[in-house]
């Protein structure tokens, strides 16, 4: 029903920038929430960014909180997420997700998303 699609991971040096894209297909009319996730090797999911459908309401994780912005481009039915300064302790795997449930604001847990994208790797080299 929902198809989730990341683009732009790739190397990029300590303190270089890089965009993520999220394109998503299918049901989108009741879609509440868009956010960014990621997971490095030893480590648990990670909630980055978050952003609703409708509004001017976003929330960031502490780690990369001043670093990176989340936007939208619903026409394309698009979500990006604009990576600046980054370090090596941001490399992982970035995967986009719906939540089609939350009513007010971005929540943080993974397990209120209901599709995932299948992800794609960020690595940042020292």
């Known amino acids: 029903q929902v198809q989730l699609v990341e683009s732009g991971g790739g190397l990029v040096q300590a303190g270089g920038s890089l965009r993520l894209s999220c394109a998503a297909s299918g049901r989108t009319l009741s879609r509440y929430v868009m956010g960014w996730f990621r997971q490095a090797p030893g480590k648990e999911r990670e909630f980055v960014a978050g952003i609703r459908w409708t509004g001017d309401i976003t929330r960031y994780g502490d780690s990369v909180k001043g670093r990176f912005t989340i936007s939208r481009d619903n026409a394309k039915n698009t979500v990006y997420l604009q990576m600046n300064r980054l370090k090596p302790e941001d490399t992982a795997v970035y995967s986009c997700?719906?939540?089609?449930?939350?009513?007010?604001?971005?929540?943080?847990?993974?397990?209120?998303?209901?599709?995932w994208g299948q992800g794609t790797q960020v690595t940042v080299s020292s």
């Open positions: 997700a719906a939540d089609f449930s939350t009513r007010l604001g971005v929540v943080a847990n993974p397990s209120e998303y209901d599709y």
